[in-house]
């Protein structure tokens, strides 16, 4: 079994900060891309940032110059340090991985988190 645990989300101010982690767990061989994207009410789930093994990031246009992605390979662990967060921001925030159980897998396989809220309120 493979789990991501997140953590780190919560309510603050417009221009505050916040940083979420994932963590992953479980029969893992190797962890190819990690990233998070975020869901508001009424709207598809989106992109924010991803994050290569090798560390190549990708940033959705609205969060570029704000949000910070980075990752701990040894601990398997992504965050994402969020700062001058807007009201647009708020949503529910899912990490993804793509995940090689064993060496013998064959395939990366996609797995998520259980999402965490993010609200930005005055």
């Known amino acids: 079994q493979v789990q991501l645990v997140e953590s780190g989300g919560g309510l603050v101010q417009p221009g505050g900060s916040l940083r979420l982690s994932c963590a992953a767990s479980?029969?893992?061989?190797?962890?190819?891309?990690m990233g998070w994207y975020r869901q508001a009410p009424g709207k598809q789930r989106e992109l924010v940032a991803t994050i290569t093994l090798s560390g190549r990031t990708n940033y959705e246009d609205s969060v570029k110059g704000r949000f910070t992605l980075s990752r701990d390979n040894a601990k398997n662990t992504v965050y994402l340090q969020m700062n001058s967060l807007k009201p647009e921001d708020t949503a529910v925030y899912y990490c993804?991985?793509?995940?090689?159980?064993?060496?013998?897998?064959?395939?990366?396989?996609?797995?998520w988190g259980q999402g965490t809220q993010v609200t930005v309120s005055s």
């Open positions: 479980g029969s893992i061989f190797t962890i190819n891309t």
């Open positions: 993804n991985a793509e995940i090689l159980r064993t060496v013998y897998s064959g395939r990366y396989l996609d797995y």
